[in-house]
């Protein structure tokens, strides 16, 4: 998706940036993730986002977000996002859509007074990622279209067949890799792979082991 402020160099990204933990959930570069805030700390954090550069960081934490956890570790590289889409549902919520902008790596946590977290983030090893469609005549389109449909199948998953082929490479492999069911680790693997070749190749040996785990547990109950 397009955006209003198009950013030609990490140079013009912040350096400190607020983030948003989420286990399992992951945003790319382009990308739209929708996000449903409620919480206080959140609903500060768009606020202060909406005044100035319209950036938060998506992070996975690497444990629970609960109040029993409401400081976990968090994973050494996230994704900035920018608020593309707000608005208020008139019960204390935000219905939101970032659209990713590029990946970075956690330099450190920062003390702060605010409700939420930020950090001091390094964009060095991702500058590639503000070139749209960048790597996509690398990507075997046909393997990944075939995990899918495999795996379609063995779900009773309906898809957008027409849709998914008409979607530009670079779209089809992240919005996927985003979907996708698995676990934070396997999530967290997709976000840090290099280039999109690599991001494609781990999504369809991520979806040919889920696969093959399915047909296991199938035959165990037969």
């Known amino acids: ?3 209003n402020k198009p ?3 990490t140079d013009e ?3 400190v940036i607020p983030v948003f933990p989420l286990p399992g959930v992951m945003l790319l570069p382009r990308a739209q993730l929708p996000l449903n805030i409620f919480e206080p700390r959140y609903m500060a954090m768009m606020d202060d986002a909406l005044k100035s550069h319209r950036l938060i960081g998506m992070v996975q934490s690497a444990g629970d977000e609960s109040a029993a956890a409401r400081h976990p570790a968090l994973e050494k590289v996230g994704c900035l996002g920018r608020i593309t889409q707000i608005s208020e549902t008139g019960d204390g919520r935000y219905a939101l859509n970032l659209t990713g902008v590029a990946r970075f ?13 930020q950090v001091r983030a390094d964009y060095e090893s991702f500058e590639h990622d503000l070139t749209a469609n960048a790597g996509e005549a690398e990507v075997d389109r046909e393997s990944v279209l075939d995990a899918l449909r495999r795996f379609a199948d063995a779900t009773q998953l309906n898809i957008d ?11 089809l492999v992240n919005g996927l890799a985003m979907m996708s069911p698995f676990g934070p680790p396997e999530k967290q693997a997709l976000l840090e792979a290099p280039d999109l070749k690599t991001r494609a190749e781990l999504l369809v040996a991520a979806t ?15």
């Open 1 to 3: 998706m397009s955006i």
């Open 7 to 9: 950013y030609k160099s």
């Open 13 to 15: 990204l912040p350096e």
């Open 105 to 117: 790596r956690i330099v450190e946590e920062l003390t702060v007074m605010t409700p939420y977290r």
């Open 161 to 171: 067949w027409k849709g998914i082929r008409a979607a530009p490479t670079e779209a």
């Open 208 to 222: 040919e082991i889920e696969l093959a785990r399915g047909e296991s547990a199938s035959s165990s109950l037969q």
